[in-house]
């Protein structure tokens, strides 16, 4: 993780903006991760995640995708249950304990 004040000045970064963080590295699975960072104030007001945007995960396994769906629904709220899909998937939709909206789709191999 680095936060703002690790890297050189930016013009029109607000002092009091230092300690937000500026590039971060979340591991999913072995082979995936998620990359965040905060909203840069310079930049204008950060627009809220859930209403705008969300983050699609694509699982290795069936048991991967479930994992995920359940860490991320701890404290949240479930607006699709995990199950399988018309489309071949396994798949479940949820906004976690911040209001970020996730989308966690396990693709069934195809036969």
């Known amino acids: 993780m680095m936060k703002f004040k690790d890297a050189p000045p ?3 970064m607000p002092e009091n903006a230092g300690d937000l963080v500026m ?3 979340l591991p999913i699975s072995k082979e995936t991760s998620l990359m965040a960072s905060d909203a840069n104030p310079a930049m204008g007001p950060p627009v809220t995640m859930g209403e705008h945007l969300s983050i699609s ?3 290795d396994s ?3 995708a479930e994992r995920i769906f359940n860490g991320l629904s701890a404290g949240g709220k479930i607006t699709l ?4 899909m018309f489309w071949g ?4 939709m949820l906004e976690d304990k911040f209001g970020f909206v996730w989308l966690v789709n396990y693709d069934y191999p195809k036969k």
């Open 10 to 12: 930016m013009p029109g």
């Open 23 to 25: 590039h971060v590295s």
């Open 57 to 59: 995960v694509a699982a």
């Open 62 to 64: 069936k048991e991967e």
């Open 81 to 84: 249950p995990i199950q399988d």
């Open 89 to 92: 998937a396994y798949f479940g």
